[in-house]
C-alpha cells in the first residue's frame, strides 16, 4: 500500500461549490473528503489559503506533429513536463492520420511518440485528413480502442482539409458508434484565395496571415457544418473558437435545436490582433503569433469570455503547437504563408485562466475548474476517475495559491521553445503543488519528480450533456 497523504485545509473546488476541508489521497485514489484529522505518521501538507482544484484536462495539443516541412518544438516529454508544471494532469494530444494513412497506422506513430515519455496521463483523439471507405470501416475498432473523438479540418487546402460529403459521411459513421467529431471550421477554399491574391501582390509579412482568414470564414465554416448537423443531430464540437461572429453561429445553430459544444483557447481570450503591427510595418516579431484561427478583435475576447462564464462555452484548450522563433518561425520570413501555424501555450492554461477569468470576476473558481478539466472529463469520457474531487477518483490534484503574483518569462517556463506569446503578462495565481493519482509531481512551484510514469488513458464515449 502507497503511504496515505493529507491535504489539509484548503478550499476544495467542486463544480457547483467550494468547501474548506481537506483531501486524503491513498493507492492513487481520493479516499476521503471533508473534516479530516491526519493520523499517525500520515503525511501532511498545509493547504491553509489554497485553492484544491481537479488536475487539468488538456484537451488540445500537437507535440511533436509534424507539419509544414517542421516539427513541432515540444515533444512528449518536454510537453507534458510543461503541462505538470502549470497544472494539467492529463492531456489528449491529436494523434494524425495523414494523407494514405490507416488510422491504426496514424495511432501506432503516436504511440511510439509518446509511450514511456510522458510525465502526466495521455490519451489521444484522431485526426482525420480524409474520409473513404477504408477510414469508415477502421473507425469502429478505433473507438473499441479508447479513441472517442476525431477532428476533422475544414481549413488548410490540399493537405487536411475536408468538405461536406466528408463531413456528413464520417459523422454519420461517429454518431452511429456513439464518439464525436471535433471541428477545425474555417473556410479552407477562400483562405486558398486570398492567400495567392495577397501574395501575387508583394503582401509577404506576417502581418498578412490575418488579412486571410477574416472572421467571417470562421463564421461560415461553422454555418456550413451546421447545416450538416441539422440533417444528423450527431456528438460534434467546435475546437479553438475564436471570433464573436462564430459563437453567434454556434448559438443560431443551437437555437435550431442542435446541440454544439464548443472550445476556446486562452490566445483567444488575452491577446488581440495589434500582435500582427500594422500593413506598413515589416516587424517578423508578429510570426511569433501566426497560428490558425488568427488573434482577433478585443470585442470577440469579450464575447468569448461571457460565454465561458454562460455556459455557452464548454471548455479550454489550449491548441499547443510550438515552433521556435528561431529557425521555425523564420522559414517564413519572406513569405507569411510559409510561416509554421501555431504557438506554445500548454503551461499557462490555468493560471492565465485564473488570473484573467477568476481574479478580474469574470467567472467564479467552480466555473474555472469545470472548464479546465470537468468537462472535458466527461464529454472525453473519462469522468469521474478525472476532472472532479470526489472520493474514488484519481488523486489528480493541483493547489493553487490565489494571493501569488509573478510575471511570465519564457526563460522560466518548462515548455521547449525559445519565446512566449504571454512573455511580460503579470499573473495573479500560481500553481503551488501538483499530485498525478496521489504522488507528488510538484511541490512550491517546482517538478520535484522526473518520472515519465503517465499512463495511457483508453477512453470512454463521450457525454455530451455538459455545460
Ligand atoms: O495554428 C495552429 N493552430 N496549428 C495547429 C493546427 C490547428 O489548426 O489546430
Ligand atoms: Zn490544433
Redesign the pocket.
Known sequence: MEESLLLKDGFIVLPGETLRGSLRLRDGKISQTGDLTPEPDERVINCEGLYLLPGGIET?T?LQ?E?MGTVTADDFESGTRAALAGGTTTVID?ATQFHGESMAEGLSRWHEKADGRCAIDYGFHMALTEWNSRLKEEMASVVEGGVSSFKM?M??KDNMMVQEDEIYEALEESQRLGATIGF?CENGLLIDVLVRRERARGHLTPYYHQVTRPPELEEEAIVRLEAVNHLLHANHHI??LSTARGLGAVNRARERGISVIVETCPQYLLLDASRYGTADRDDFEAAKF????PLRERRDQEALWRGLASGDIQFVGT?H?SFNFKGQKEMGRSDFSKIP???PGIELRLQLLYAYGVATGRMDINRLSVVTATNAAKYFGLYPDKGVLLPGSDADIVALDPQLEWTVRAEDLQENCDYTPYEGMPVKGRVRHVFLRGRQKVAFGRIVSDDLDGRYLPRRLPDPVIQ
Open positions: 488540445h500537437h506533429l507539419s491529436f479540418y481549413a488548410y477545425h475546437v479553438h501566426i497560428m490558425s484561427p491548441d503547437c501555424n501555431g504557438a
